[in-house]
């Protein structure tokens, strides 16, 4: 398939989800009702659709599209497919952040004390990895320094969250580790979608130097490419992305991971071709798993990554055993 | 003309010193084959040139700002590295990135037809041989269509016809007006396809000029330690290492 | 009629009426035994029934009460209990205070109250309660068990002149109560009884709601209630979902679930009479917009 078709078809399935997901909700508003109540805005009805179901499909385009070009880049930096924010840890740093601005007060008096703190958690993350992960980014390398900082990060998180004053907040670590999108409101919207909409900006131009990366680091810099920049620009735009993503939605897995790898082969395995499509293939899979959660259990708040896993480990210990094989 | 100058190119690492005072030049119409034992230094001494490497002296080549360098010199390293699978004519297509988008579609079909590619190139740059892969490699710098060509083990690994195909291509490239500098351990295809020799020894560069005054039983002994026999015949010259040296 | 037959009538009718009393509070497995004599060193474990007992306790058989008793969050009669000492509500404080009762709640710790069952001391466990007849029954209890009949019958009377004296709003208006993850109180809590005995319906309601659930913010707004009243937003992440900006749109009160809210005891009312005046002030409103 040519490529601008390809993107023009994950587009409009990212659309078609979206208008699914704005018609699906806990209440018992049917899709016809819900869709005039979005255009008309009145009463009660207008409320729910402005206010909670529009929140909630846009962020799932967000999360799920930042996660999906994040991995992308993070695989492309790292010339590895198994790097991605959750495996290798930036998530969980991500939520550690989001989980102090929370708990400390810091975001009752300032409200972007929130994606700061979750963009800084990732940023230390992603530079962290990027620095254990060596030259070459070795498959094993990159997953114990994955395995240690998400360890890290998880157990910090819930000590913090053990502290924490609010009696409520013990309970509340299952949602910064598998993420949901219940009840989030325009707010949310509005604090991650200019770290994402910069972080994307980063990400994407750094394409080129991406695809000569494919030749390795010296091929790549006798090309012209500035290494260093390459790898600045890598860190500051998967941290502004995955920090917006999980402050909002807590850390969602493998979405970094099953979308890169679906669409590779498809967009002929260039990574400046690979980030737009696993941009928009992210944001699809990520409404879809939205969708199934409120429509496998529409009484309890499932929460997305249990979704996200239930695909994405079988996927994962697929290609372990395929790297396995081949001896990487 | 004068494509590549290296004026005392040293390089240390930690105590050791690795290369020392290297002096040469690389003019055009060129093609320069960089010998030495293991070790000896040959692919410090390339990425000095390059400014890839930190170095004390000074490179013609490292001195220029990195787009320039690039549209000047392309460099095939010896990792064949290729991360994704990308198809060969997208893989050979990188070496337009200093170039931009103009005119990349030529290049690549002459890069390709160069290294007799072109039934490979929708194939899988992975699913390749080690052979076919190391060709695209050498075709993804011929695209790049730099004048000075650097090197390092190209044709190691391939078989007879491919590395003659090879030295052939360098020749090409050099009497089309480029250079090329060429590392390489068959001394043989050496002192056949090269116009000039560059030998260097424990980081020093020891001789530097034509394959015949170059490979004397002298350099022979106390560089790579074997005895060897060279002729002159109508095929051209014949260099053969026979055995090491006192046996 | 003779003396003796008087007594001998009178505490038959008092065995009679303390027996019946235990039949009516539910589900409490207590173990009534009339003692001769009030008991003179008394301790209660639980915030609920410290309320109980400062009402009806005579002055000095209270040695120690719970250590939320002078918490004005969650003790209704914070002021009254200052006076007192205070017990950590272990098995070893409360016996080195050698008490002859000890007041629990029939939730208490087992390990607690088997404890002190097996040291031999007397424990009279009460139940929780939600609703109004709840409430009188444990005073008539409260007052058998502290030996203070008299006391008892005065709150009682206070308590049905103050149940009487709450001016409810017309039917037909509606309330939620809104906690932290979004749950629902549903009528068979004592929220929900509050609530009804203001005047409200309870939008909670239903099959299998008797105890109330999670309730979605989408179905929270599309039943348009007249009144959610919801606690304080904290910094958890289910708090944060009682300040939902969605929740604007809807009239919300804070602040209202106050001590008076904590227990089924005497000072449920107030928080009643308080919500019902509230429900009175809305249906003004309601009429003066036209509705």
């Not at chain 2, 060509?149 to 490239?173: N, R, Y």
């Amino acid at each position: 398939m040519r490529y601008g078709a390809l993107l023009i078809l994950l587009g409009g399935l990212v659309a078609a989800l979206f208008v699914a997901s704005l018609l699906l909700g806990a209440s018992s508003l049917g899709p016809r009702e819900s869709l005039v109540a979005l255009f008309s805005g009145d009463g009660a009805a207008g409320v729910v659709m402005r206010e909670i179901r529009l929140p909630r499909a846009l962020l799932g385009v967000l999360v799920g599209g930042a996660l999906g070009l994040s991995g992308a880049a993070m695989q492309g930096y790292l010339r590895n497919p198994l790097a991605e924010p959750g495996l290798i840890g930036t998530s969980g740093s991500a939520a550690l952040g989001a989980v102090l601005a929370i708990h400390t007060g810091a975001y009752a008096a300032f409200a972007l004390a929130l994606p700061l703190a979750a963009l800084a958690g990732a940023g230390l993350a992603v530079a962290l990895i990027t620095l254990l992960a060596g030259r070459e980014g070795r498959a094993l390398r990159l997953i114990l320094a994955g395995i240690a900082v998400s360890a890290l990060a998880g157990s910090l998180t819930a000590l913090v969250l053990n502290l924490a004053p609010s009696p409520f907040a013990a309970a509340e670590i299952v949602f910064w580790l598998m993420g949901s999108l219940a009840d989030r409101s325009m707010l949310h919207v509005a604090l991650a979608a200019p770290f994402a909409a910069a972080g994307a900006l980063v990400l994407l131009r750094q394409g080129r130097g991406l695809d000569a990366l494919t030749l390795g680091e010296d091929a790549a810099a006798s090309l012209g490419v500035s290494l260093r920049r390459l790898r600045l620009g890598v860190v500051l735009g998967s941290a502004a992305l995955v920090g917006a993503a999980t402050a909002v939605a807590g850390a969602v897995g493998f979405v970094g991971l099953v979308v890169p790898h679906l669409l590779r082969r498809a967009v002929g395995a260039q990574p400046s071709r690979l980030m737009p499509a696993a941009m928009l293939g992210g944001a699809a899979m990520l409404l879809a798993a939205d969708i199934a959660t409120r429509l496998i259990a529409p009484e309890r708040d499932l929460k997305l990554g249990v979704l996200t896993a239930l695909v994405g480990a079988p996927f994962f210990l697929q290609m372990i055993r395929r790297m396995g094989r081949e001896g990487a | 003309m004068t494509l590549l100058s290296l004026h005392d190119l040293s390089v240390a690492r930690g105590p050791c010193q690795v290369l020392s005072g290297v002096r040469a030049e690389v003019r055009a119409g060129e093609v320069i084959g960089l010998l030495g034992p293991n070790g000896s230094g040959k692919t410090t001494l390339l990425r000095a040139a390059l400014g890839l490497l930190a170095h004390g002296g000074s490179s013609s080549l490292a001195q220029m700002p990195p787009r320039a360098r690039a549209r000047a010199a392309a460099w095939l390293p010896q990792a064949r590295e290729i991360a994704w699978g990308m198809p060969v004519a997208a893989l050979v297509r990188l070496g337009r990135l200093p170039h931009g988008p103009a005119g990349a579609e030529a290049a690549v079909a002459r890069a390709l037809a160069r290294m007799r590619l072109q039934d490979l190139r929708a194939r899988s740059a992975t699913a390749l041989s080690g052979g076919e892969q190391a060709r695209a490699l050498i075709a993804r710098a011929l695209a790049q269509e730099a004048p000075l060509l650097l090197a390092d083990e190209p044709i190691a690994g391939l078989d007879p016809a491919a590395q003659i195909g090879c030295m052939q291509v360098f020749a090409e490239l050099a009497a089309a007006g480029g250079a090329v500098v060429v590392s390489l351990h068959d001394l043989g295809l050496a002192a056949r396809h090269c116009t000039r020799l560059w030998v260097l020894h424990r980081g020093r560069l020891v001789a530097d000029g034509a394959p015949r005054a170059v490979l004397t039983p002298g350099l022979l002994a106390e560089v790579f330690q074997i005895r060897a026999h060279f002729a002159d015949t109508p095929d051209g010259p014949v260099f053969q290492p026979l055995a090491l040296l006192g046996q | 009629m003779s003396p003796r037959l008087h007594m001998t009538l009178a505490a038959f009718g008092l065995a009679l009426w303390a027996a019946g009393a235990a039949a009516e509070s539910p589900a409490a497995p207590a173990r009534v035994v009339s003692m001769p004599d009030p008991p003179q060193r008394v301790v209660s474990m639980n915030v609920c029934t410290d309320q109980l007992a400062l009402l009806i306790a005579a002055p000095g058989q209270i040695v120690a009460l719970s250590h939320f008793a002078t918490d004005p969050e969650m003790s209704a009669l914070a002021a009254a209990a200052a006076g007192f000492a205070q017990s950590r509500g272990d098995a070893e404080a409360i016996a080195l205070l050698a008490p002859d009762l000890v007041l629990a709640d029939v939730w208490s710790s087992p390990a607690t109250l088997d404890m002190l069952a097996r040291l031999g001391i007397r424990v009279e466990q009460f139940s929780p309660g939600v609703s109004a007849p709840d409430i009188r029954a444990k005073i008539e209890r409260m007052g058998t068990v502290l030996g203070q009949p008299e006391r008892a019958a005065q709150v009682l009377a206070r308590f049905d002149a103050s149940l009487a004296a709450i001016r409810r709003p017309g039917p037909g208006l509606r309330a939620a109560i809104y906690g932290p993850g979004g749950f629902g109180y549903g009528t068979a809590t004592l929220e929900g009884q509050i609530l009804a005995l203001a005047g409200f319906a309870n939008v909670v309601a239903g099959p299998g709601l008797d105890w109330g659930g999670r309730l979605d913010p989408e179905r929270l707004l599309l039943a348009a209630p007249d009144l959610v009243i919801a606690g304080a937003a904290g910094a958890s992440r289910a708090e944060e979902l009682l300040a939902h900006p969605a929740l604007r749109h809807l009239r919300v009160a804070r602040g209202l679930r106050d001590a008076n809210w904590v227990c089924a005891a005497p000072a449920m009312l107030d928080a009643a009479a308080e919500l019902a005046q509230l429900g009175r002030q809305i249906a003004a409103e309601k009429l003066a917009v036209g509705q």
